[in-house]
């Protein structure tokens, strides 16, 4: 069953990483491709991916076969027949697979009273209070943050946030000094 494009493709944003560092077999000074929605997208060889489905600043969400992936616009060359991104189609489809994999393990793990971590897994963040449709309610010591799904991951040590201690208190910091400017 095809996925909703908006679940994977955040959950996407660490593995576009991988594509854009992939060795580029398409010339660097290659034309920059013009990416807009709707426009079959292609592999550095010339086979079919997918098509665009958003173009939204720096990122592009590419549908394949009901999925979603989202990528850097620098990921992209262009190729003979339209857009290609710049790695071969196994590729693509084993980032978009990993993501998938990644995806269900973080629906199987968020739950109510998880304890989140940092990154490295060395430090609680705070506990899930509640799951949402954008991401999650977390419980910490500053008080309640709402976090988005992507923000988080699977670690051996359980659910992680992709973010430091330190970074993590920052932002919460930085969030709720904005609430306040907001109110």
Known sequence: MPKPLGLLASLCLAAAGTLAAAPAALAQDAAVPTLTPGAKVYDNAGEEVGTIAKVAGDKVAVSIDGNGLVVPKDA???????????????????????????????????????????????????????????????????????MPRAAFFVSDKGLAMKVTKQQFAEGVKAAKAQQKKGS
């Open 76 to 146: 992209f060359a262009q190729g003979d027949k339209g857009p290609a991104l710049k790695a071969p189609k196994a590729k693509i489809l084993a980032v978009l697979h990993e993501a998938e994999k990644d995806a269900a393990a973080v629906e199987g793990a968020l739950k109510p009273g998880a304890e989140v971590r940092s990154a490295d897994g060395n430090d609680v963040l705070g506990t899930v209070k509640e799951v949402r449709p954008q991401g999650a309610l977390l419980a910490t010591e500053a008080g309640t943050i709402t």
